[in-house]
């Protein structure tokens, strides 16, 4: 298996970090929204409140924008290509946040989705969070057997989750405890 690298995206820092992430988070939620219409093909996308599906350079400055310590957004690299991204974000308090956990499909199967898992919950710990959360769409079933393996559970709709009310009841949200004494 590869060793994926980390880069950490600064916000106001152009650099390729941004370039490749603005790509990501495109791909991401073209995939997203593909996925909502096939599973609920009344749905309108922009009025459920979703983010547009080309992406937004607005949208990975604000995901970038989070200073640490306590946030963080990564692009994930293999052998220098831009495999997928990752960020972590305070939700205040000591609950944090998982965001936009995503691998391209060239390079699923290399374990990156755990790697990247480990590092966010890794600089949760650091950071004394006590708490972190996620949302995820029902049909990202492998994503739920990833975040299961590395012990989360269901839980209610968290205080500050960015998933539309409307669309809450189609989604899972899941939360796990950080302990500082185990990975």
């Known amino acids: 298996m590869p060793t994926p690298s980390f880069i950490r995206a600064e916000a106001g820092s152009p650099c390729t970090a941004h370039d490749s992430l603005l790509g990501l988070q495109a791909e991401y939620l073209s995939w997203v929204h593909a996925e909502m219409l096939r599973c609920f093909p009344a ?3 922009q009025d459920a ?3 547009r599906s080309e992406g937004s350079a607005d949208v990975v400055q604000a995901l970038c924008a989070g200073h640490p310590p306590g946030s963080a ?3 994930i690299a293999v052998n220098g290509e831009a495999a ?3 960020g972590l974000r ?3 308090g000591s609950n944090a946040e998982i965001k936009r956990l995503y691998v ?3 390079y699923r199967g290399m374990r990156l989705g755990s790697s990247a898992l480990r590092r966010l919950l890794a600089d949760a710990r650091s950071w004394g969070y006590a708490r972190i959360y996620l949302d995820t769409a029902l049909f990202m079933q492998a ?3 990833l975040y299961e393996a590395h012990g989360f559970t269901d839980c209610a709709a968290y205080e500050g989750t960015e998933v539309p009310v409307a669309l ?3 989604w899972r949200f899941m939360q796990r405890a950080i302990n500082p004494h185990c990975p």
């Open 43 to 45: 749905l309108n996308t």
């Open 168 to 170: 809450q009841g189609d």
């Open 73 to 75: 957004f990564y692009l």
């Open 84 to 86: 997928g991204m990752c």
């Open 104 to 106: 391209r499909p060239a």
């Open 143 to 145: 994503a739920h057997r």
């Open 90 to 92: 305070s939700l205040g």
């Open 49 to 51: 409140g979703l983010p």
